[in-house]
C-alpha cells in the first residue's frame, strides 16, 4: 500500500530536515519516493533542467506535505497558532475520507504541484494535463470516479485557497460549473461531499507544507463556510445558470472581504480584539474618501454605492498570483504581518479594483458573463524589490498597465485572461 510506503519512508524524516536540505535530489528520502512513484521520474528530472531552484523548493513542499499528512493521521502533529480541538476538527474530517479510500490523499499530495515543472502561473491545470495526458494514476486501479476525483481536486486546487485570500471570488467556480467531466461526476452527492471536502483539507496541508506560514484557529470557521457555499453553489448542478448565478450571489457577499485580502485579513482576522471584519472593512472604505475620482472620471459615491456600481465587476475577476502586489497597493510595501489600530492604507488598492473592474467590463463584449483570469507578470520576486522599484507603482503607472495589457477570449471555456505586465517596475 502506498500509505505504508510512505510512511516508511517519512517516519525518521524531521520537517526541518526536509526543509534544509540543498540538494533534495541527492537525499535518501528522494530515492526512496521515487522508487514508490517511479512514474515522475522523468517529469522530476526536466524540473531540474527547466529551473533547478523551483524544483528543489516544489519537491521541498511536496514532501513536507506529505510529512504533515502523516502527522496529522497519527495524531502526532502540533503547530503554533491551531488548538488541539482544531487539529481535532481536521484529523476527523480526514479519517473520514481516509475511510473511504487510503489512496486518494496521498496521490493528491504527491501529483499536485508537478505542474509548476511545465508553466507555474497556471501549474494545478498543467498537473492535470500531465496526470491525464501520462496515465500517471494507471499504476493504482482506482475506480474511474476516484480516478477522476483525484485528477479534478488537482486540476482546481487553488480554488479553495484563493476564495479564502480573497485573490478569487466564489465566481471562479465558474470554471468547475462548466466542466462537464466535473459535473457529471458531481452528480452523485457522494463525490460531490468528497470533491469539496477534500478541498477543504488539502488547503490546510497545502498551507503548512511551506514552512514560513502561520494559520490560526478561525481558519475552520469560515473554510467551514466556504465548503458550504460551494457545496450549495454545486448542488445547483446539472442547472448551469442557477449554479452561476448562486456563484454570483455569494461573490457579492465577499467583496469587502476579497478587497481586504490584500490586508491579511484571511490570517490575523481576530487574532487581537481590534481585529474584527468591520475594522480591516472600515480601513478599506477609509481609504476609498482620498481616490482622485476627477482625475480618471469617476463619479464619487460612497462605499455601498461605489460596491453596487464600480466594484461589482470585480466578482467575476481572479487575480492569478497578485496578492504580493495588492498588498504593495495598500502599503507601498510587502506588509507580512499584522498592524496597529490606527493604520492607513493608500487609496492606489482600491483604485486599481476600479480601473480593472471599467477595463474588464468593457471587454467583456464577447460573453457579459464570463470568468476573467488576471495575471500579474513581470516581476520574478516582489520581496527582493528595492524601495526605489516600489515608489515607481503610481496611480499614472496602474492605469497605463491595465489599459495597455493584452487580453484574449477562450471561446471553448468562455472565459477571459488578462496578463498585467509589471516588468516596467523591476527595470532600472
Known amino acids: 500500500m502506498i500509505i505504508n510506503q510512505l510512511q516508511q519512508i517519512f517516519t525518521d524524516i524531521s520537517l526541518s530536515s ?23 521520474s522523468e517529469i522530476f528530472e526536466l524540473g531540474i533542467i527547466r529551473d533547478k531552484q523551483e524544483f528543489t523548493r516544489t519537491v521541498k513542499h511536496i514532501f513536507r506535505s506529505i510529512k504533515i499528512f502523516l502527522n496529522i493521521l497519527s495524531d502526532s ?42 508553466r507555474k502561473r497556471d501549474h494545478p491545470h498543467q498537473s492535470f494535463i500531465l496526470i491525464s495526458s501520462r496515465n500517471l494514476l494507471s499504476p493504482f486501479n482506482l475506480l474511474e470516479n476516484d480516478r477522476i476525483l483525484i485528477e479534478k481536486v488537482i486540476q482546481y486546487h487553488v480554488l479553495f485557497a484563493t476564495i479564502y485570500t480573497g485573490e478569487s471570488t466564489y465566481y471562479g467556480s465558474y470554471s468547475l460549473i462548466r466542466d462537464p467531466i466535473l459535473a457529471q461526476l458531481l452528480s452523485d452527492h457522494k463525490y460531490l461531499s468528497l470533491f469539496i471536502d477534500l478541498l477543504e483539507i488539502f488547503t490546510y496541508i497545502d498551507i503548512l507544507g511551506y514552512s514560513y506560514s502561520r494559520i490560526f484557529d478561525h481558519y475552520p ?101 497578485g496578492l504580493a502586489f495588492l498588498m504593495i497597493l495598500a502599503f507601498g510595501s510587502f506588509h507580512r504581518s499584522s498592524f496597529n489600530e490606527d493604520v492607513k492604507i493608500s487609496h492606489k488598492l482600491i483604485l486599481f479594483w476600479m480601473l480593472l ?26 520581496f527582493t524589490l528595492p524601495r526605489k522599484n516600489l515608489l515607481k507603482i503610481d496611480e499614472k503607472l496602474i492605469s497605463n498597465v491595465i489599459q495597455e495589457a493584452e487580453s484574449f477570449f477562450d471561446e471553448e471555456l468562455r472565459e477571459y485572461t488578462l496578463n498585467l505586465d509589471l516588468s516596467i517596475i523591476d527595470s532600472q
Open 18 to 40: 526536509i526543509e534544509s536540505s540543498n540538494e533534495i535530489e541527492k537525499t535518501q528520502i528522494y530515492t526512496d519516493f521515487l522508487k514508490s512513484f517511479p512514474n515522475l
Open 357 to 382: 473592474c471599467q477595463e474588464t467590463k468593457n471587454r467583456s463584449f464577447k460573453d457579459e458573463k464570463g470568468l476573467w483570469n488576471v495575471y500579474v507578470l513581470g516581476i520574478h520576486n516582489w
Open 77 to 118: 502533529f502540533t503547530i503554533e497558532g491551531f488548538s488541539s480541538q482544531t487539529l481535532s476538527k481536521i484529523l476527523k474530517k480526514l479519517e473520514k475520507i481516509q475511510q473511504y479510500n487510503t489512496l486518494i490523499f496521498p496521490l493528491i499530495l504527491s501529483y499536485h504541484d508537478i505542474g509548476k515543472f511545465i
Open 221 to 321: 470557521v469560515y473554510y467551514e463556510k466556504i465548503n458550504q457555499n460551494l457545496k450549495d453553489i454545486f448542488r445547483l448542478l446539472p442547472n448551469e445558470e442557477k449554479a452561476i448565478q448562486k456563484a454570483l450571489l455569494y461573490s457579492q457577499e465577499w467583496i469587502d472581504w476579497r478587497i481586504a485580502g490584500a490586508l491579511r485579513i484571511f490570517q490575523f482576522v481576530g487574532t487581537k480584539s481590534y481585529l474584527t471584519e468591520n475594522f480591516y472593512f472600515n480601513v478599506i472604505k477609509s481609504s476609498s474618501e482620498s481616490i482622485p475620482y476627477d482625475q480618471f472620471n469617476f463619479t464619487r459615491m460612497e462605499w455601498e454605492q461605489l460596491k453596487e456600481s464600480l466594484l461589482k465587476q470585480s466578482c467575476k475577476i481572479q487575480i492569478k498570483y
